[in-house]
């Protein structure tokens, strides 16, 4: 059999594609485009079950591996969520609901810098606060809450203090106690960007 320039070539174009799909494997399906998903570290969305364990797990993770935890639709009841440095939270706008259960703040974090929350609706339940904000941050640089919804709160829907970062786009509703804040920011480092 002669071998010609046509049989060569498609001899190499069939070796090459079987190179090629032996060669690449495929991503892991825990990430997604922008994240790691928190279904797949064992966290269950409208679980009637307190994810504050799970939850806590899945963030510290994520941050310390730098990437950002993706919180699909859902309700997820949690409360006393400590937010270590490198921390990024991403729900999805109006569908992604952490529902405080108990503890001093549903979400905090002291001296923890490069902190973004994104795309939550951050739920009080009407719940008491001891002293403090549904989302209480003591310390940090490159703060950064966006698109997020405080609904429930019996306190400051978001407290800062000696903070620098931006708090832009969200929304505070249904606040029990009419002398809260949305917003309360005390001994900042530098000033926070505050665009509600």
Request: with cysteine; net charge positive; glycine share 10%.
């Amino acid at each position: 059999m002669a071998i010609d320039r046509r049989r060569l070539l498609a001899v190499s174009a069939l070796g090459l594609a079987a190179t090629e799909a032996v060669a690449s494997p495929s991503p892991a399906p825990s990430l997604w485009a922008r994240g790691v998903s928190a279904v797949d570290l064992r966290v269950e969305p409208d679980s009637p079950d307190d994810q504050s364990r799970t939850l806590q797990r899945a963030i510290e993770q994520t941050a310390a591996a730098r990437v950002p935890l993706m919180l699909p639709p859902g309700v997820y009841r949690a409360g006393d969520l400590t937010l270590p440095t490198g921390t990024r939270l991403i729900g999805c706008p109006g569908a992604t609901r952490l529902l405080f259960t108990e503890g001093a703040s549903l979400l905090s974090a002291t001296d923890a810098d490069h902190v973004t929350l994104t795309g939550l609706v951050l739920d009080g339940g009407t719940r008491p606060l001891a002293g403090r904000g549904l989302v209480h941050f003591a310390g940090g640089r490159g703060i950064k809450i966006e698109h997020c919804e405080m609904v429930g709160s019996r306190g400051d829907g978001i407290a800062l203090e000696r903070t620098e970062g931006e708090v832009t786009r969200n929304t505070t509703t249904a606040s029990v106690m009419p002398a809260t804040t949305a917003l309360w920011s005390g001994a900042r480092r530098r000033a926070t960007t505050a665009r509600w």
